[in-house]
Nanobody
Framework: QVQLVESGGGLVQAGGSLRLSCAAS????????MAWSRQAPGKEREFVAK????????YYADSVKGRFTISRDNAKNTVALQMNSLEPEDTAVYYC???????????????WGQGTQVTVSS
């Protein structure tokens, strides 16, 4: 089992920045790829960023490339999402997730945090 707890969400004006953090406990953290996903009201959940277990490979959704940065600290069992130049369209509940590898299908991302709300005002 892997337990994930997100923090760092909040209300920010468009153009501002937020940093989300996810603390993991349980099995060996570096064995898992990590991801940040989001779900806006009335929309499907989507991955916005992923990072490999060792941290050498990353993936970003087109909508956040150049604005968001995912990173991890395997010594501290944490993964972070730095969000810059935020837009109202980024408003969503953001979730941290873990899976055996970055290429895993949705079903394999079977560890999820409780989510943290990010609201971007225009």
């Amino acid at each position: 089992q892997v337990q994930l707890v997100e923090s760092g969400g909040g209300l920010v004006q468009a153009g501002g920045s937020l940093r989300l953090s996810c603390a993991a406990s349980g099995r060996t953290f570096s064995n898992y790829a990590m991801a940040w996903s989001r779900q806006a009201p009335g929309k499907e959940r989507e991955f916005v960023a992923k990072i490999s277990g060792g941290g050498s490979r990353t993936y970003y959704a087109d909508s956040v490339k150049g604005r968001f940065t995912i990173s991890r600290d395997n010594a501290k069992n944490t993964v972070a999402l730095q969000m810059n130049s935020l837009e109202p369209e980024d408003t969503a509940v953001y979730y941290c997730a873990a899976a055996p590898n970055m290429a895993a299908t949705w079903a394999a991302w079977n560890y999820w945090g409780q989510g943290t709300q990010v609201t971007v005002s225009s």
